[in-house]
Every structure is written in C-alpha cells, then in structure tokens.
C-alpha cells in the first residue's frame, strides 16, 4: 500500500513539478522535448528499480504523445472542457499502468 502512495506523489513531482514550461509547451510539437520530459520524469522512479524506470518511460512516452496531441487540438479550439478531460484520462492512464506494474515488477 505504501508503494502506491509513494508512486502518486512521484508522479506528481515528476510530471508537474520536473516538468519545466519548454518541455510543456514543446512535447506535443517536438520529439526532442517529449523524450527529455519523459527522460527527466522517469529518474525519480529509478527508487523502484531500473526495469520500473525504464517501462516508466517508454509508457509515458506513449501516453504523453498521443494526449499531448489532443490537448492541443482541444484548446486550439478553446473546448475547455474536453482539454481537461483529456488531461484527467493521461492522468488515470499514467497512475494505471503504474498499478499494473506494480503488480509484475
């Protein structure tokens, strides 16, 4: 159980507050700073092992890639609403992968 807890708030830290505003602004338009958001992200779970951190990147590359995509079209479009439901889903998909692998790794 405490795992868990630990992985919200890593993940919290790492995709908030290691997230500087070039890696925000640049992730859904760049692949570059996509993979150096998703680099500097995955280092603080590197606690749970180097096989958690390296799944721990690849997936949220996945993720962030796609979503990254649909914030953007959503609030070019000032469908505030669907911007932040898309938020909320990477979010549930990011702590969800984490649980499962917890359960494997």
């Not at 779970?45 to 962030?64: K, Q």
């Amino acid at each position: 159980m405490i795992n868990i807890f630990i992985i919200i708030w890593m993940h919290f830290v790492a995709d908030f507050l290691l997230q500087n505003d070039k890696m925000g602004l640049n992730k859904s338009i760049s692949i570059k700073w996509l993979g150096i958001h998703c680099i500097v992200y995955s280092i603080p779970f590197l606690y749970f092992g180097i096989n958690f951190a390296l799944i721990t990147c690849g997936s949220h590359f996945i993720v962030d890639y796609i979503t990254s995509k649909v914030t953007t079209y959503f609030w070019k479009r000032e469908e505030r609403h669907w911007f932040f439901v898309t938020i909320g889903f990477d979010q549930t998909i990011h702590l969800s992968i984490f649980l499962i692998m917890l359960n494997y790794l």
